[in-house]
Structures are given as C-alpha cells and as structure tokens.
C-alpha cells in the first residue's frame, strides 16, 4: 500500500507521516532525505521548478513503489503541488494536510478538490497519527490490500 500525505510546506507532512508509518509499520520517505541524496544537503541548490519538482515527484514513486513490491506500507510526505503529480505518484489512500493558510510556496500548488483525497486534515491534533490508523485499515480491508508485510507486523506487534 502506498500512502500519499502532501500539502504545502509548513502543514504538518513530516509530523504526521512519521509517526503513522511507525504505527503501521511501514516505512517513511520525506522528499528531505531524497533530495539529499539526489541534490546534495546544500538546499540552496535544490530544484525547485516545475521540472525540478516532477523529478523529486517521479524519484518519490519509484522509491515507494520499491517498498511496496517487498510488501510493506510506504508512507511519503512532500508538496506534491498539483493533481497531476498526485495522479502520477499513484498512491492508494491521499491525505491532504490543510492545516496553514499561507505559504512561502511560490502559487504553483493546486489545492485538491475533496473528492479527490482520501482524508483531509484541516485542523491538528497530537493524535492525528493514531486517529488515522483506523482510517486506514478500513480502507485496506475495504479495498482487500492489505500488504503481507502489514499483517505479520501487526501481529508480532499485537500484544506489545
């Protein structure tokens, strides 16, 4: 399963998607660490153009993808600015973080429509993370994907 949590810098990606992964015991991927690896830690060499932001978009997939073929959860946090790249990035379940009113962002992110994500958080809370757990079992079982990976973990996990 490929879980998608975006929204424009400064919503709460980062804060939510760590801890959840955790919960679920899938695995986090920040486009943080993935541009380091790619660009360097120098952030003022970053790309951020259109064409700079679908590459990250394209390296993020194919990342999680990985680590849904060795079936466990990938949960990914970044902008991922407009419905194309969310389209692109083909995640299972879409969390939008809809928790600031304004953004350094330069005015390229298009805000997406509720029917097209899966969860919407428009207020936080510390608990987020273990509010969404359910959410997101319900959906798997719902959608009959929970990965293999998940299940084990969640029994060896069960009494703990």
Known sequence: MKILIFGIPGSGKTTLAEPLAKLLGGVHITSRDVRQKYEGHDTDKWDYTPEG??????RMRHIADGIVLAGQIAVADFVCPTQKARQEFGADFTVFMDT??????????EKPERHDVDYHVAKWFEDTHV???PVVERFMKKQNTTPIGYVAW???NEDK
Do not use: C, I, N
């Open 154 to 156: 969640r029994l060896e």
């Open 53 to 58: 932001r679908e590459k990250l978009a394209d």
């Open 100 to 109: 600031v009113d304004y953004s350094t962002f330069d005015g390229t992110f």
């Open 131 to 133: 509010q969404l757990v």
